[in-house]
């Protein structure tokens, strides 16, 4: 393998030296790692591949007992960066998240304890369960990559991603996530079942030992950080860019929707898709990687109306009408 230039080097060495098949081939290693732990779900680990080299956060949601914190837990112990996990409850205080100062009586000074938020990759299991106050703690952090405590501020270390998950079946206990954290994250995820094949091997697999007790990491923080800075690189034609700007307009002016997607998400879509993009072998975006990352990014931020909700008409299914309607320009898939 060709080695992958480390942060220190120059933007414009890092674009001569990273390739989309370096990019392919350090994904590709981390992918077979993860999937060895989730069986029978490529799609869920590619994009949460993808989110990851767009530098943005990822919500897991589904129904309990269907590896949720598994995938989060496999993606962060296959990149050789720290770590920390947050088990969100009730009693959770943002302090806990952010950090406090502490008071040191012998040098007279406060002294400021750096919370779970400061690592590469945070993991926060049921992030609902915890109260909107604390919830709240982790808006500044997941938008501008830093902590502001006691009227200082302190920057988190890239790369920064927050894995969370959630359990929509659950009631007792639990705080729906405001509209300003969900627009937040990039992606939305749903394991679902595996299937009857995949199930019977996880048998054979987690029957004994749980394979993240063997899983070591196979990628390097550096590598990380070189393969973002590349992403970044990918180019988007002009024709593309109206056609992200259609379809986030579409959801706005939907009489079915009461929200619509905000500026974030075009953001969002424009950069998962690059990453996409480059998981193919590609260094340019096409449409067909705007459809395929459509719903991952997009679905979570919309609210349907009253009467969309009454007829049975999910945020899915009035996304994915919305993709089938707007028009992409011919200049777009060249």
């Not at 409850?89 to 000074?109: A, K």
Request: aromatic share 4%; proline share 5%.
């Amino acid at each position: 393998m060709t080695a992958v230039a480390p942060l220190g080097s120059g933007r414009d060495e890092l674009e001569e030296l990273v390739t989309p098949e370096q990019v392919a081939e350090v994904v590709g290693r981390i992918r077979s790692c993860v999937e060895g732990v989730i069986e029978g779900k490529s799609d869920v680990v590619k994009t949460a591949l993808a989110v990851l080299l767009a530098e943005g956060h990822l919500l897991i949601e589904d129904v309990p007992g269907v590896g949720k914190t598994m995938l989060a837990k496999a993606l962060a112990r296959a990149v050789d960066c720290t770590v920390n996990r947050i088990q969100f409850t009730p009693d959770l205080l943002p302090s806990d998240i952010t950090g406090v100062s502490v008071y040191d009586q012998e040098r007279r000074e406060f002294e400021f304890k750096p919370g779970a938020v400061f690592a590469n990759i945070v993991v926060g299991d049921e992030i609902n369960r915890a109260s909107p106050k604390t919830q709240s703690a982790l808006l500044e952090c997941m938008e501008e990559q830093h902590v502001t405590v006691d009227g200082r501020t302190w920057m988190l270390e890239r790369p920064f991603m927050v894995v969370a998950t959630q359990n929509p079946v659950e009631m007792d206990g639990t705080y729906a996530l405001p509209e300003a954290q969900l627009d937040r994250f990039m992606a939305r995820v749903s394991m679902g079942y595996p299937s009857a094949d995949a199930e019977l091997e996880m048998l054979d697999v987690h029957g004994r030992t749980s394979p993240l007790d063997a899983l070591t990491p196979v990628a390097t923080v550096d590598e990380v950080r070189a393969l973002v800075a590349a992403v970044r690189t990918v180019h988007v034609s002009a024709e593309v860019k109206r056609y992200v700007v259609d379809l986030v307009t579409a959801t706005r002016t939907s009489p079915e929707l009461r929200l619509g997607a905000s500026p974030r998400a075009t953001l969002h879509l424009v950069r998962a898709s690059r990453a996409w993009a480059a998981l193919d072998h590609r260094d340019y975006v096409i449409p067909d990687d705007v459809q395929a990352l459509a719903a991952t990014v997009l679905t979570h931020r919309l609210v349907p109306t009253a009467e969309a909700l009454m007829a049975r008409r999910t945020a899915d299914r009035i996304l994915a009408d919305l993709v089938g309607r707007v028009a992409v320009s011919p200049g777009a898939r060249r």
